[in-house]
């Protein structure tokens, strides 16, 4: 198998510690159909420490091309986030990954 690691077009995203974001990843690009979706929560900013448990609620769903990942919420002022969508797209493992600044 064949890992690629890719990170997200839209560069740097910017949530508020108030705020409660579903993101949506569209693996269109690399094929269709993803299956084996895992998300994982890194706070950069304590030395990536995994926050999954803490900052993602619900569950990943897929339809189609679209995976939408659970909730992402609780997240400290001043911290940055990288989020990690692991899935597999014919046969190959591949993880795209996002960082998110948490701003008041």
């Known amino acids: 198998m064949n890992r690629k690691d890719l990170e997200v077009?839209?560069?740097?995203?910017y949530q508020g510690e108030n705020e409660a974001v579903t993101y949506s990843l569209t693996t269109t690009n690399w094929?269709?159909?993803?299956?084996?979706v895992t998300v994982t929560v890194e706070d950069l900013s304590n030395n990536e420490k995994n926050v999954t448990?803490?900052?993602a609620s619900g569950s990943t769903s897929?339809?189609?091309d679209v995976i939408t990942l659970p909730e992402?919420?609780?997240?400290?002022?001043?911290h940055r986030y990288r989020?990690?969508?692991a899935f597999t797209?014919?046969?190959?493992d591949l993880e795209a990954?996002?960082?998110v600044e948490c701003e008041p």
Do not use: F, H, M
């Open 62 to 64: 897929v339809s189609g």
């Open 83 to 85: 989020v990690r969508v």
């Open 9 to 13: 077009v839209e560069g740097l995203q």
């Open 89 to 92: 797209v014919s046969g190959n």
């Open 97 to 99: 990954k996002a960082i």
């Open 53 to 55: 448990a803490t900052v």
């Open 72 to 78: 992402i919420a609780s997240l400290t002022r001043g």
């Open 31 to 36: 094929g269709s159909d993803p299956t084996g």
